[in-house]
């Protein structure tokens, strides 16, 4: 699978972007003009001359903004290729409109050393898309014994989860937040308490009693929460809360922001606007973990969204076969995938109502390559262009088929939303969706 049999590739040796509206928070930039990119880099912004050797692309009407990156996907390579390939899930995110992603490292074997890491990193190579390796806390992700974090760090990684699932022991945990710390890295934390979490297939309280299908309660993430926020200030390192969905434990990352612990916490598309009533349907695509939860819950992580206390947005892209979703709701494996639909929700349903498109992309560009310690792209003479392009007026209809992912299982199938990605640049490469947009 290359990018030419999905994409228009355009030479960016000279390109001349026309009529955009460029939109950078960082540089305080927002208006309607033309950017010249030279080599890969960005050459000019406010740029009015016609060059007859650059190409052109028309622009007008659209948008173009830095780079967008999701910090928590599964690619299911190596071990589940049939889900997904780092392939496939590169084609899923340029589609999608990221030009930067964070890969957990739940595959099978997972990626816990640096040969394994080494070569997921390298399948990504021919992508425009900047692939960050997330590898595991422990050995295996068994919970028992602290990866190589030193060698991994020089080979590229700058987190650490055993996503699936919580680091296996708070003693585990505190050692990888101290040596996290030292390497100026940052541990991801699952946070749920899987004795009480065990069995559950959907979040527990009238619905699931209704169903009769076993719960997956609130108070599983809270503790999750609450031991990952203690360790992280007895330790002083910071942690990462990933896919946080419950009122009660947002309210701990606040008590926590407030306190000074050096905690950060990202939320799903799908926790912002679903909520377990979905789950009445009996669609496996709206399984997943940590599950859909009460109205007042999904109101508590759009205000935490709005006020800061929620750093992130973050698709929890986790892909899966039709057969296995197929499969009995009890049965089926959790998880949706999301990095082609997650722009089009938050264009349509988060801003500007609940986040203005700065504070957006504050969520979506900045705040996750910070949480990494990656370098931030800024739309600047002399920076390297790293851009998402964006038709911000386009209606579309979600319709699973036409996704690159391999992968079909979305509860958004069907919704009509405005506003998708029309292109990328990155690494010196532009992509444009033609016809496909
Ligand atoms: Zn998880």
Redesign the pocket.
Known sequence: MQTQDFFQTKPTRLLHLKGARVVDPATKLDKVTDILIKDGKIAEVGFADDNPEAEKIELTGKMITPGWFDM?VHFREPGKEVAETVASGCLAALNGGFTGVAV?PNTSPPLDNAGIVGWVQAQAEPFPVELQVIAAVSKGRQGKELVEMAELCDSGVRAFSD??SPVGSSALLRHALEYADMLKAVICE?A?DISLAEGGVMHEGAVSTKLGLPGIPSVAEVIGVVRALLLAEYTGAHIHI??ISTAAAIEWVRWAKAKGIRVTAEVTPHHLLLTCDECTSFQTSTKM??PLREEADRQACLEALTDGTIDVIAT?HAPHPVETKEDEFIQAPFGIVGLETMLGLCLTHLCPKHLSLEALLERVVFAPRQVLGLPQPSITAGEEANLTIIDPDIDWTVNPEDFLSKSRNTPFAGWNLKGRAVGTISKGQCLMKGDRA
């Open positions: 928590h957990m996503d699936g699952h749920e990933c896919h973990n940590p929890d």
